[in-house]
């Protein structure tokens, strides 16, 4: 089942909705710059946010630091290291759940992954905001009872994606412009969770962008990627294998990708900020009870 349009939205269907555009792909022109960061309070909320990383190189990045200009405190727990049997959320704000190479079923080799489940269900379960990149978006759709499986294709490197005609009413999503070129780095999409608003897709990924409710967000691309981050990818063994194992309609060009991260760096930064300024202001919501 998919949620139809909110009351009151116009349901005019944008051109990625009428079907999927051509790729562009890396060195794609310029795109406009951001209509405006959606501004933000500084968070009057107690706690922390609680932000889990699945191996070292993929952390939050650019946005720590639009949450702490925005003064809230981030409890970084990487999963990988020593995972708890158990996170509690006492005294957390809210969740964030990073990027990694695992699948959300690998919890034999993985055990940790089951425990990110059940603490995303309790952080739903309490209203806290939930904020999931790439896999941590896998997870948040399937903790919402979706099918996350593999992609038709790797999507790697600088490629657009397209928002929906719900974006425009999303704090979040509403700075996505046609066409918005930003960094992936994954090979497994998901179904959209029922009762989730879809807010943008790309040619090679239909569901890149939703929301659940008010406070729970899946981007399956990476925002928070900064050149360093991009850099620090690209020299890690396993990722250079595993671009090296890609198909040939799949292959990487990496001069071509250095150059587009230069092209294309800053204005990501600027959605990373606005993403992180959303999300610190739905902080100052006070939480449901478990």
């Known amino acids: 089942m998919r949620r139809g349009a909110p009351v009151g939205m116009k349901t005019r269907r944008t051109r990625w909705e009428r079907g999927h555009p051509a790729r562009t792909g890396v060195g794609a022109g310029e795109t406009p710059a951001l209509p405006g960061l959606f501004s933000q309070e500084r968070s009057a909320m107690s706690g922390e946010v609680l932000v889990l990383r699945h191996v070292p190189h993929e952390h939050h990045g650019s946005l720590a630091t639009a949450f702490a200009r925005q003064g809230v405190g981030v409890r970084l727990v990487d999963m990988f290291a020593d995972p708890p049997a158990h996170l509690a959320l006492d005294g957390v704000a809210g969740l964030v759940v990073m990027g990694g190479p695992m699948n959300v079923d690998e919890t034999a080799r993985y055990p940790f992954l089951a425990t990110e489940a059940a603490v995303i269900e309790r952080a739903l ?3 806290l905001p939930v904020l999931g990149i790439c896999l941590g978006s896998q997870l948040l759709a399937k903790a919402l009872g979706a099918r996350v499986y593999p992609n038709t294709r790797k999507e790697i ?5 397209f928002p929906t005609a ?12 046609e066409g918005e070129v930003v960094f992936h780095w994954h090979g497994d999409t998901f179904d959209l969770p029922e009762g989730a608003t879809l807010l943008a897709g790309s040619a ?6 939703f929301r659940y409710g008010r406070t729970a967000y899946g981007l399956q691309f990476h925002v928070e990627t900064t050149p360093e981050m991009i850099a620090a990818w690209l020299a890690v063994p396993e990722n250079r294998a595993e671009l090296a194992a890609l198909p040939p309609d799949q292959a990487v060009d990496l001069a071509a990708l250095h150059a587009a991260t230069r092209r294309h760096s800053g204005r990501l930064a600027a959605h990373s900020a606005q993403v992180g300024a959303t999300f610190c202001g739905l902080l100052t919501r006070p939480a449901k009870a478990p």
């Open 204 to 209: 090679a990924c239909r569901h890149q962008a």
């Open 166 to 177: 719900a974006a425009r009413d999303d704090p979040l999503a509403r700075p996505i412009a």
């Open 157 to 161: 490197g600088w490629w657009p994606i």
């Open 125 to 127: 379960g309490r209203g």
